[in-house]
């Protein structure tokens, strides 16, 4: 595979389950590249990972994930792919009565460029005791363990679900200083969801967000936590603000609370020479989320 092809793509991917239906998802993770996929509970990231890695069959749409469909990754022609894959769930996957010790021989028999020497490794690094059991690690150190596996077979793309959930702040900062490493290599790259948006907004690329299963924004983050801003305004400075340029053209959103009224602007620096008397701070993942999801356009 040519270094400029996406490890990663969906296009218009589809899956109905009741009342609930992933509707045309396109998502791409290219080389070099982490990408955080956000969204409330239920809006369907973990659907999306899971038609992506063969787990689910989609109803519609298409995709590859190195260099494989999306539609061959539960069948034997997809082990060549998930050779080159890494992926961390929100569980451990492990029987609870298994050994940290006997988990290296069961993934020395699944992978063949299984490396022990580089599991080891991981393990002295995270802290982690081979004479362990499953059932003995906490949250915590079952996502570590997770990564440790993912990160010993020579893989080039890591998907991640919640991997920093249950982690305590240097755990996290651990791991992201692992991701980083792992990205920086030739050709690899990440695909991540979390609900903990600080953590993307230190290492993500991109930031693509699925509301009640569609995507209702992909943007890069720096766009949106070095360029955006959030302009906390007074009711009677509104008109005067929408009757400006700073929008440049595009439909401002709004979210009004019991003391005023916050403005998602594209530009704070921009917003601050026309507007120095309002306050007008940086935008964060968080920030974004709520103005696309709940925030009024006008």
């Known amino acids: 595979m040519s270094d400029s092809r996406p490890l990663l793509e969906a296009h218009q991917l589809c899956k109905r389950y009741g009342d609930f239906a992933l509707r045309n998802v396109d998502l791409t993770v290219r080389p070099g590249e982490i990408v955080g996929y956000v ?48 992926v961390v769930f929100d569980t451990l996957a492990f029987p609870d009565a298994l050994r940290i010790r006997d988990i290296n021989g069961v993934l020395q028999r699944c992978y063949r460029q299984w490396d022990e020497r580089r599991f080891r490794s991981y393990l002295k690094r995270f802290d982690l005791q081979d004479t362990k059991k499953v059932k003995e690690l906490s949250r915590g150190m079952g996502m570590k363990l997770s990564l440790a596996c993912a990160l010993s077979h020579g893989a080039r793309l890591l998907i991640l679900d919640e991997a920093t959930a249950g982690l305590d702040p240097m755990a996290r900062d651990e791991v992201l200083d692992l991701l980083r490493e792992f990205v920086a290599d030739d050709g690899h790259g990440v695909l991540m969801s979390s609900h903990i948006t600080s953590d993307l907004e230190r290492i993500a690329d991109r930031v693509v967000c699925i509301d009640d299963g569609h995507i209702v924004f992909d943007k890069p983050k720096d766009e949106i ?29 709004i979210l009004r609370h019991e003391y005023g009224v916050d403005l998602a602007v594209p530009d704070r620096f921009a917003f601050a020479e026309a507007f120095p008397d309002i306050p007008c701070d940086r935008m964060t993942i968080d920030d974004y989320l709520h103005f696309t999801i709940k925030g009024v356009s006008r």
């Open 39 to 86: 969204g409330r509970n239920g809006a369907g990231k973990t659907t999306t990972i899971k038609a992506l890695l063969g787990l689910i069959r989609p109803d519609g749409g298409e995709g590859t994930v190195m260099g494989a469909p999306i539609r061959e990754m539960g069948r034997s022609e997809g082990v060549a792919a998930k050779e080159l894959l890494g």
């Open 225 to 253: 936590t070095d360029t955006m801003g959030v302009a906390r305004c007074r009711a009677r400075d509104i008109n005067a603000i929408l009757g400006s340029d700073v929008f440049g053209g595009t439909a401002p959103r």
